[in-house]
């Protein structure tokens, strides 16, 4: 099992980073810079690319899932700066608790889908990796990006317990990630229950 040394005032350091790094919300940014709008009043009243291609359409959306990726790579990497592997799983965490509930936008963030993305990248590659080409077979079967987000999250969390066990603090993070999104996706899960999920947008 692998160990790491914990230092109560360093992780907290890492977890702030990050939820700064989450509040930077790339949707309500471009959406009020240039379009004077904010694109939570619109669509599924989410501030996440979804959501942006829906409104703006394809190039602003494209711009913002770029955005939230970037964001949540600088949120392991400043983690990592302050407390090694650690730190950079903390910092990742928190970014995409930070995108997904912002104190600075009033608490209504995005959905965590490019972040955690973006943070399965700089904490697992190989798992993430094999979750990008599951997704991209989903995608091209069902056509929707819910259920390829929701499935992703499943298939990323499958990975680290094959492939990283020892790495608990992985795990925790892969396990708590999938948990943000499910509860992020709760609509779109009851939509697809109910047979009534749109395709290619959620």
Request: charged letters at 15%.
């Amino acid at each position: 099992m692998q160990s790491y040394d914990w230092n109560p005032l360093l992780c907290a350091v890492c977890a702030l980073l990050g939820y700064l790094c989450g509040n930077v919300q790339t949707a309500v940014f471009i959406s009020k810079r240039f379009f004077h709008d904010d694109v939570r009043d619109h669509g599924s009243g989410n501030a996440g690319s979804t959501n942006m291609v829906r409104v703006f359409g394809f190039k602003p959306g494209a711009v913002t899932f770029v955005g939230d990726f970037l964001k949540a790579v600088a949120a392991v990497l400043l983690g990592r700066l302050v407390m090694g592997t650690l730190g950079g799983y903390i910092g990742g965490l928190f970014v995409v608790i930070g995108h997904c509930f912002p104190a600075f936008a009033g608490f209504r963030g995005g959905k965590g889908v490019a972040s955690s993305f973006a943070v399965a990248w700089m904490t697992f590659p190989l798992g993430a990796a094999v979750t990008a080409v599951a997704v991209a077979v989903l995608l091209a079967l069902t056509k929707r990006i819910s259920i390829c987000s929701l499935s992703g999250m499943v298939v990323f969390l499958v990975m680290t317990l094959v492939f990283r066990p020892s790495d608990v603090a992985l795990v925790v993070l892969a396990a708590v990630l999938l948990v943000l999104v499910y509860v992020r996706h709760a609509d779109n899960i009851r939509r697809l229950l109910r047979g009534e999920e749109k395709q290619i947008i959620n």
